[in-house]
């Protein structure tokens, strides 16, 4: 199984998953522009995907995705809310390109099976995603407000893991955002701090786990050293030194990860 994180911040997400005959992406949260150049950069053809699977239906998600849907005749998967809450926000989707994942079900690609979960976000259904393949576990984790006990038996021992450390809870208490964004941002339904996301990671760490991708940084909020610096110390805390377990990694809003595989 081969993944990158094609683009992750407040500005826009995409993800990649592919096995040998399965090519998945999950949200188009750019431009159908920036979709095809971000493709170009882990030299992917985007007609050859097998589908566009949906986490919710917030702009940083989904700008791309009418576009990418139409141009490519690519088949999308939502659940039911999630579908009536971004038809209007994607334009016209022919009904044959459209499909219904469910919340907590397992859907079979192929060779990949994708399980999806709930997470608590202020979206109308959002869901994320766990990929399985030969025996293989990919977990992506972002737009959350926290991670539940629930939420961290379904993720646990993941050998990878796409994870929100969102934002620096002092920087964002002294930034510019009006109070109550800011007080939404930290709410159950709001997204995950560095801190919090590396207390989550310590608990579903395991044996299998390898690597950790840093996700859906905030750009007025939060940057790439203070993430993971304040990642590193907290699970220091715990007992965990990154680089013995497993390691931390960056993603960018402009720019993919390298293609890896697990």
């Known amino acids: 199984m081969h993944f990158s ?21 999950i949200d188009a949260g750019l431009s159908g522009k ?28 989904i700008k791309g995705l009418g576009v990418l849907a139409r141009k490519y005749k690519l088949p999308i998967y939502a659940n039911e809310k999630t579908w009536k809450a971004m038809e209007h926000l994607i334009g016209e989707v022919p009904l044959e390109q459209k499909f219904v994942f469910g919340m907590e079900t397992v859907q079979s690609f192929g060779n990949l099976d994708i399980e999806s979960f709930g ?3 202020d979206a109308a259904e959002p ?7 030969n025996g293989k576990k990919l977990v992506q984790i972002t737009d959350t407000g926290y991670v539940s006990d629930r939420m961290k038996a379904i993720i646990k021992n993941a050998d990878a893991y796409i994870f ?8 964002l208490r002294m930034g510019r955002y009006p109070w109550n964004v800011k007080r939404r941002i930290l709410s159950d339904v709001g ?18 786990t390898k690597r950790i991708y840093l996700a859906h940084l905030s750009a007025d909020n939060n940057m790439k050293d203070l993430a993971k610096m ?29 293609l890896v595989s697990i």
Do not use: C
Not at 164 to 171: C, G, I, K, Q, R
């Open 5 to 25: 994180v094609l683009a992750s911040g407040s500005t826009g997400n995409a993800f990649y998953v592919e096995t040998e005959d399965q090519a998945i992406l």
């Open 34 to 61: 920036q979709m095809e150049a971000l493709f170009k950069g882990i030299n992917r053809d985007i007609s050859k995907l097998s589908g566009i699977l949906v986490t919710h239906e917030h702009s940083d998600h």
């Open 119 to 121: 997470v608590s976000h």
């Open 127 to 133: 869901m994320f995603y766990v990929f399985h393949h």
């Open 164 to 171: 929100e450390s969102n934002h620096d809870v002092s920087m």
């Open 191 to 208: 997204h995950v701090s560095n801190e919090d996301a590396a207390i989550a990671m310590s608990e579903v760490a395991g044996d299998n």
């Open 230 to 258: 304040s990642v590193t110390q907290t699970l220091q805390t715990k007992g965990i030194i990154v680089g013995e377990q497993f390691s931390l990694y960056d993603t960018d809003p402009k720019t993919p990860t390298q």
